[in-house]
């Protein structure tokens, strides 16, 4: 490990071998950083907090500081980051609440970019990509693979979907079900999100599902459930269309519509 010698790291901090903590860095409390870390210069990791091998944290970043909640009264909270992960400048991640669950975690390979906040008791799935700006607040839960545009704001306890995705200046009141496209303030629905399905390694069958179930639940003026019944039996054997469909019943906020 390299540990520039104006850094501040803890005793009690453990430093996987490979990582480099940066000029004037400070590491306080029970923090874990993976082999093959890279914190730059002027960050800031407050623990309880484990972060995995190979994350990256740029400059000025606030990394596990005590969350912005009035309730927060100094009970054993934590914040978990997986592996290979991009955390770029600015970004704040807040520990978790002991009233939300006590912890805030963020899966593997997401790309966080530069003044991201996410607050308490938030749990990311895997290679999101949240641009600048974007805010998540408390208790938001995001799914695997969810790109979120520019200053996307997300109301507390929001859940959003595998795959689905915002554009510039969304504002996300209720939940968004899987690979939908959402836009605007409020966040309102704009087709499926395509090009992440291609991505995903999903062939042309497959999206045309994703497609038509979409239709059902927001072009055919189908009662909510009746939609939900419908998206069950276009193909009872399709795992997405499955997910689309649990998800919709497990929402307790409703869905954007």
Not at 13 to 23: F, M, Q, R, Y
Not at 82 to 105: A, F, L, M, P
Request: charged letters at 20%; hydrophobic letters at 35%.
């Amino acid at each position: 490990m390299e540990i520039h010698p104006t850094a501040i790291v803890d005793p009690r901090a453990k430093i996987g071998e490979g990582t480099v903590v940066g000029p004037y860095s400070v590491i306080e409390g029970e923090v874990t950083l993976e082999g093959g870390c890279w914190v730059g210069p002027h960050v800031v990791i407050r623990g309880p907090a484990s972060i995995g091998s190979g994350t990256r944290i740029f400059q000025f970043s606030s990394i596990g500081e005590e969350p912005q909640d009035k309730k927060f009264d100094g009970e054993h909270t934590w914040l978990e980051i997986g592996t290979d992960n991009t955390i770029r400048e600015g970004v704040t991640i807040n520990r978790g609440t002991g009233e939300g669950g006590g912890v805030t975690r963020i899966g593997d390979r997401n790309w966080i970019m530069a003044y991201v906040h996410i607050a308490h008791d938030c749990l990311l799935g895997n290679e999101g990509v949240f641009a600048n700006g974007t805010s998540l607040a408390g208790h938001v839960c995001v799914g695997d693979a969810v790109t979120l545009g520019g200053f996307t704001l997300v109301h507390q306890f929001c859940q959003l979907g595998e795959g689905c995705f915002t554009s510039m200046g969304s504002c996300i009141r209720r939940d968004v079900p899987p690979w939908v496209m959402v836009s605007g303030d409020p966040g309102q629905p704009h087709g499926i999100n395509n090009e992440g399905l291609k991505r995903r390694g999903f062939d042309s069958e497959a999206r045309q599902r994703v497609r038509t179930a979409y239709k059902m639940l927001y072009r055919q003026g189908r009662a909510f459930h009746d939609a939900i019944d419908s998206i069950e039996a276009l193909s009872p054997d399709d795992p997405v269309l499955n997910g689309m469909a649990h998800f919709l019943r497990a929402s307790s906020r409703g869905v954007v519509r």
